[in-house]
């Protein structure tokens, strides 16, 4: 599936669908995995960026028209990825409204920067590491540290993801 795949989808069904796929990736994740909020979240990227060789801040602030059409590329590599295809083809095929009871639709670029993490977080296991105020991030492929070689190939899906294509 590709972001223009997901073009029929309104703004709110597009991000309730980003919003409920990553909480289905996410249940069952042990606390030290998942981000507290969305700064601990922003350093986690900017962490594994860091660790790919880009600087942290190349994944900037998307104006509104960019927040949507990183939703679209963030859910439409969800849903190709085989790790997390099922749980995203099931809430595309019958995608979430903002009718249903409960519904709290989330800031855009907090939709993606949480789906972003979760896609992360089936390539390598995330660590965060909290103490004295400071927070660390370790990423292990199964059970050895990430080579250098596959975070610099995650930073730059990561960068993909959240600022489109590169431009000639």
């Known amino acids: 599936m590709t972001a223009t795949q997901f073009a029929g989808l309104d703004e709110s069904s597009l991000i ?3 919003q409920e796929v990553t909480e289905e990736l996410t249940t069952g994740s ?3 995995a998942l981000p507290m909020d969305s700064d601990e979240a922003w350093a986690l990227l900017a962490a594994v960026l860091q660790a790919g060789g880009h600087s942290g801040t190349e994944a900037g602030e998307l104006d509104e028209a960019g927040q949507y059409a ?4 963030v859910l439409a590599a969800l849903a190709e990825d085989p790790a997390t295809a099922d749980a995203t083809r099931a809430v595309v095929a019958e ?7 409960g519904a709290e639709l989330a800031v855009p670029a907090v939709a993606v920067l949480a789906g972003v993490v979760a896609w992360l977080q089936t390539k390598v296991d995330v660590r965060i590491k909290r103490k004295d105020g400071k927070t660390e991030f370790e990423f292990r492929v199964v059970k050895e540290a990430a080579s250098a070689g596959v975070l610099k190939e995650l930073a730059a899906a990561v960068l993909r993801l959240w600022n489109g294509p590169p431009q000639p």
């Open 70 to 73: 990183a939703a679209r590329r």
């Open 95 to 101: 995608p979430p409204s903002d009718t249903r009871l």
């Open 16 to 18: 309730l669908a980003l």
């Open 30 to 32: 042990e606390p030290e």
